[in-house]
């Protein structure tokens, strides 16, 4: 079992739409939750950073984290064609050197 | 602010060949630094990661290796290129926070390398 479980997708949706990207982790010594987005052919952007359980909002850019669960999300709202990205979470525990990412899950918005 | 670059953005090299690609981070002193590959439509693979001048370490056995020649230079080298050495190899830089970790990681642009 992967340490860090995100579905690679792809998935489409309509521009205007709320995305809801997921991933889930089983090691619960994680603490600090990243997201990422990256364009076809360039390198990944950091997105939203969180600490600790509960949500945090960036503009249209949402990212919540469940502890308990060992599940995070980011949600898009009002989404845009140029949202059109792959995004990868991220995770990494106290004192660690090394992150720990997902997959990647591609979206893409349609106008 | 901080910034990292990357070169060559793409590199088309034969089975056999040697390879150097270079990672250097401005606006930053000390960083661990970290090298990549992705293949396409795949997650990422760490392939080094180093805390230090001189200091290396590798995640996955392959013909490739890594150099930290300077605090903020790092170097992805090989002898002889496979073909499955073929994706997209990114640089990244984390900075050890007050809570002693390193929990943000910015990348660099990338390489395209393509073995033929």
């Known amino acids: 079992q992967k340490e860090v479980e995100q579905d690679p997708g792809p998935l489409s949706v309509p521009e205007g739409a709320i995305v809801s990207l997921n991933c889930t982790y089983s090691?619960?010594?994680?603490?600090?939750f990243m997201w990422y987005r990256q364009y076809s052919r360039k390198g990944p952007e950091l997105l939203m950073y969180?600490?600790?359980?509960g949500n945090k909002e960036d503009g249209r850019f949402t990212a919540q984290v469940d502890k308990s669960s060992k599940y995070i999300s980011l949600f898009i709202r009002d989404s845009q064609p140029s949202d059109s990205a792959t995004y990868l979470c991220?995770?990494?525990?106290?004192?660690?050197?090394?992150?720990?990412f997902g997959q990647g899950t591609r979206l893409t918005i349609n106008p | 602010s901080q910034t990292i670059h990357q070169w060559p953005a793409t590199l088309v090299q034969p089975v056999g060949s040697p390879l150097s690609l270079e990672c250097t981070v401005e606006g930053t002193s000390n960083p661990n630094l970290y090298w990549y590959r992705q293949a396409a439509g795949r997650g990422l693979q760490l392939l080094f990661y180093?805390?230090?001048?001189?200091?290396i370490s590798s995640e996955v056995p392959q013909n490739l290796s890594a150099s930290r020649p300077q605090d903020r230079q790092f170097i992805l080298s090989s002898k002889k290129l496979l073909l499955s050495d073929s994706g997209f190899y990114l640089c990244a830089w984390t900075l050890t926070s007050a809570r002693g970790g390193q929990e943000t990681q910015y990348f660099g642009p990338g390489t395209r390398l393509l073995v033929l």
């Open positions: 991220a995770m990494i525990h106290q004192g660690a050197q090394k992150l720990v």
């Open positions: 180093s805390v230090g001048i001189g200091q």
């Open positions: 090691n619960s010594a994680f603490q600090y």
């Open positions: 969180t600490y600790s359980s």
